[in-house]
């Protein structure tokens, strides 16, 4: 049950959703008996007595220019993860002279990073690729 909800507005909940009703019936007949609420949380708590799964990523639905504000709240919140212990090095020619340049991340990063080097055309040519 979450925080937000009294045990009267759950067992209303419980009682409309058993009858049937829509989350806008619902929403309609709380108001009605002045236990409002909001409807994000409705949505949850009526999944929640369906037995359904809570939806995956909810805030796409949100409007951007509420959205931004958000993400940049939850960019300040969040710690920049670490590099990853992988690593890859690509060593070759350019220009005559032998490059080494190296990238740490996660593969995906890694896979990333050889698929720029290998489209560009800073290397003389085909570089190594060192993991």
Known sequence: MPKHLTQQQTKAI??????GYSANQIQVKLRERHMGLRRKTLLVEVRRVKGQAPKAETVKYIPKKYAR?????????IRLRPLGKKQVT?????????????QRGSGKDLYRFILKEMRGDYWDEKPHIHS
């Open 90 to 102: 690509l060593t070759g020619l350019h220009k005559g002279k032998l490059i080494s340049k190296t």
């Open 69 to 77: 504000a958000r993400w940049k709240a939850r960019a300040k919140r």
């Open 14 to 19: 419980q009682s409309y959703v058993k009858k």
